[in-house]
Nanobody, 114 residues
Framework: QVQLVESGGGLVQPGGSLRLSCAAS????????MGWYRQAPGKLREWVSVSTSGGFTSYADSVKGRFTISRDNAKNTLYLQMNSLKPEDTAVYYCNTFPGRMPWGQGTQVTVAS
């Protein structure tokens, strides 16, 4: 059964950092592009970043230069290092294939506030 389990969220002050993790089933992780997405209150889910198995990465303009996506293929784990966090980054963060074809996990809440 496919599972996506996100972790690492929390409350952080503006300018702070967090590192999110996503544990995924090996069967989907090794052959797929994997992405991070987020959904802020009252808004639609949006794409944040993507990492392919071949090493390509891309970012939404809103997070470019502040977020870094990485993956550990041996551990079937996807990461999102988030630096210089802003209040507008507050959202529930999810991982999924890119595009999102798997059942969505529970996500991890990131709150940026002073």
């Amino acid at each position: 059964q496919v599972q996506l389990v996100e972790s690492g969220g929390g409350l952080v002050q503006p300018g702070g950092s967090l590192r999110l993790s996503c544990a995924a089933s090996g069967s989907i992780f090794s052959i797929n592009a994997m992405g991070w997405y987020r959904q802020a209150p009252g808004k639609l889910r949006e794409w944040v970043s993507v990492s392919t198995s071949g090493g390509f990465t891309s970012y939404a303009d809103s997070v470019k230069g502040r977020f870094t996506i990485s993956r550990d293929n041996a551990k079937n784990t996807l990461y999102l290092q988030m630096n210089s966090l802003k209040p507008e980054d507050t959202a529930v963060y999810y991982c999924n294939t890119f595009p999102g074809r798997m059942p969505w996990g529970q996500g991890t809440q990131v709150t940026v506030a002073s």
